[in-house]
């Protein structure tokens, strides 16, 4: 059962789609949850409380995501940006 989710994430269902595959990405969060199937690419829309009961866990959440593309960076000091050592 998963309790919060965002826009982007990767979950897990419980039951596999017709294509075999049960990784889902959300594309779509309101009252009604859009998930696309990351083998086929088919799009689902299920009802909030059915995606709640049906879904098993989040793979990977947006925001991890984000931060594993940019590398975590940390944003560089004024020294660092100007090559001044002082």
């Not at 075999?20 to 990351?38: L, P, Q, S």
């Not at 909030?48 to 009961?53: K, L, Q, S």
Request: with cysteine.
């Amino acid at each position: 059962m998963i309790t919060s989710f965002e826009l982007g994430d990767v979950v897990l269902m419980k039951k596999s789609h017709a294509c075999g595959e049960n990784e889902w990405t959300i594309i779509r969060v309101g009252a009604d949850v859009k998930i696309k199937c990351n083998r086929c690419g088919r799009i689902v829309m299920l009802d909030r409380a059915d995606f709640v009961r049906m879904g098993k866990k989040i793979l990977i959440h947006q925001q991890q995501a984000n931060d594993a593309a940019e590398g975590c960076a940390q944003p560089m000091s004024k020294n660092e940006q100007t090559g001044t050592t002082e």
